[in-house]
Structures are given as C-alpha cells and as structure tokens.
C-alpha cells in the first residue's frame, strides 16, 4: 500500500468500511468492484453476513429477546440477526416458527415447548425455505408475535433481496398481532430489489445505538424505532 502511503491496517478498514455499504466485494487479498447492473453481486450468503455487524446484532438480539413472553408462538424468519437473536431468547417455554434453517439449528439445542421447521424450497445462500409449500403453511397459522430482518429501509419501504424470502415474510408478518423488524444501523437508507412491507406497518423496529439521530428522527413519524443499548 506503499503508493497510497496508508499502512495494511488502514486499507483493510477502508475496504471493510465499503464492502459494508455495498460498494464492492470482499475477496482473498483484495476486493472487486460490483458490476453494474447485476442484482446478483449484491445478495451477501449467510457466511458472509455472519462476520458483518456483529456487536450490533448482538447488541439488537439481546434487547429483543426480553420482548418474548412465556407460552407465546413467536415465528422467527431468516437472518444472520434473527440467528443471534434466537441464541438470545430467555425462556424455553414458547412455540417457535421458522423458515429458516440456521434458526432451527440453534433452536435445536435448546428444549423448546415446541419448534417447528417449515419446508418449501431451500435456499442454499441464506438457509431459508420459500416457495409456495412454506406460504401454504404460513397462511394456516397464527403469530402472537412476528420477528423479522431485511436488507434495506428507505422512504417508506422495508425490502429484501428474494421475492420469495419477502413474501414469506410478509405473509409471518400478517399472520402476527404483533410485528417486529431487526435491523442494525447499516441497513437504513438503503434499497434492495423487493420490497415485502410497508414501515408504518410494522409495531416497532428494534436498531443499535449507531443509528443516527437524524434517522431515527425522520423514520419515528411512521414507527416506533427503539435504539438498543451496548
């Protein structure tokens, strides 16, 4: 890095600081710019997002997770968040629905009242079940509350990068008398190519304490935002 006169350090926060906001991709001794135009490039696996934001995530899970009471159903979707806040819930005495694998093995561990995987078609690089088998499923049930992720908020809208994944969301979210979105401060103000929910839909949204005051400030006329506590 002796021609930008920066040290290996500086460069790899550099790199880490766009490849968070979308800017490029993360590769073995270096990074590529995303190709314009190709959607694909965009959509991080469920590896990669494990390593992004995590004592924010940690930070939301464990705020959220006092949000569960006992003898709840709780329907929890996919999510590198939603797995740390599975890991996070207090109390075994509940019912848990997901769609997403990760959750269900972390769940697995635990001795839940009730657990329960739905099925559809997988998706290898979120570990999530869509299709019309998981939305055949969700539609006959009902959610005391649903907890929820996405990749970006914006304007009015809460997306994602699957129209599958969102709609099976949507569906949770419907089905819920209570609605909660998990998301940390680098998801805010960003787009991403289906939107499955409308903000001033939601109950409340749960972020860190990152999140700036502007932010919360403009979004808090739709919501309720609460910003979590290191």
């Known amino acids: 890095m002796n021609r930008l006169d920066i040290s290996d350090m500086t ?3 550099y790199l880490q600081e766009l490849a968070d906001k979308d800017l490029l991709v ?3 001794g270096g990074a590529e710019k995303l190709r314009t135009g190709s959607l694909l490039n965009n959509e991080r696996s469920n590896v990669e997002k494990q390593g992004l934001q995590t004592a924010e995530k940690q930070e939301i899970a464990r705020f959220a997770g006092h949000l569960v009471e006992e003898r709840e159903t709780i329907f929890i979707g996919p999510g590198t968040t939603l797995e740390f806040f599975a890991r996070e819930l207090p109390i075994d005495n509940i019912r848990v629905v997901t769609n997403s694998l990760p959750v269900f093995l972390i769940l697995n561990e635990r001795k839940l009242t009730d ?3 739905i099925g559809g078609n997988y998706r290898s690089i979120t570990g999530a079940f869509v299709g019309t088998l998981t939305l055949q499923d969700i539609a006959s049930l009902q959610f005391s509350k649903a907890f929820v992720s996405c990749n970006g ?5 809460i997306a994602t990068f699957s129209e599958d994944e969102g709609e099976a969301q949507k569906l949770a979210l419907e ?3 209570k609605k909660y979105l998990l998301a940390d401060h680098s998801k805010f103000d960003k787009f991403d190519f289906f939107t499955f929910y409308n903000i001033s839909d939601i109950d409340t949204i749960i972020t860190d304490s990152k999140l700036s005051d502007q932010t919360l400030q403009s979004l808090s006329k739709q919501t309720k935002i609460i910003k979590s506590k290191p």
């Open 153 to 157: 908020i914006k304007d009015h809208a």
């Open 115 to 117: 657990l329960i995987l």
């Open 26 to 28: 993360r590769v073995h």
């Open 11 to 13: 460069a790899r926060r």
């Open 175 to 177: 089905n819920a008398n």
